[in-house]
């Protein structure tokens, strides 16, 4: 099993919204660095949305007002609620953590994170 299990991808009409989930297996939220990343075919992949232990979060300019990066620490998931969604958000979505070791501020690098889940297809069609 992939030690973060991404879901609530699917197929969804310009203007509608998706709420993702990443839920880590066996082990807490805690006070760990979460990062959403996405990659459409053929492009590189991006970081979308970060939140730190003090869930101070980051976003992309493509999708700040419209995506929103939080921790439930009741079902120990972090999620990425996305609204609006353009045709141009069509990526297959990934969540990503890094372990606590100390403070660090929250990211959009991919290289700042060590574990990675399998993805959740978002397709978003005008």
């Known amino acids: 099993q992939a030690p973060l299990v991404e879901s609530g991808g699917g197929s969804v009409q310009a203007g509608e919204s998706l709420t993702l989930s990443c839920a880590p297996a066996g082990f807490g939220i805690g006070r760990d660095n979460f990062g959403w990343f996405r990659q459409a075919p053929g492009k590189e992949r991006e970081g979308v949305a970060g939140?730190?232990?003090?869930?101070?979060?980051v976003y992309a300019d493509s999708v700040k007002g419209r995506f929103t990066i939080s921790r439930d620490f009741g079902k120990n998931i972090v999620t990425l609620q996305m609204n609006n969604l353009k045709p141009e958000d069509t990526a297959m979505y990934y969540c990503?953590?890094?372990?606590?070791?100390?403070?660090?501020?929250?990211?959009?690098?991919?290289?700042?994170?060590?574990?990675w889940g399998r993805g959740t297809q978002v397709t978003v069609s005008s």
């Open positions: 939140i730190d232990a003090d869930n101070d979060a």
């Open positions: 990503a953590v890094r372990f606590w070791t100390r403070r660090r501020p929250s990211s959009l690098n991919a290289l700042d994170y060590s574990t």
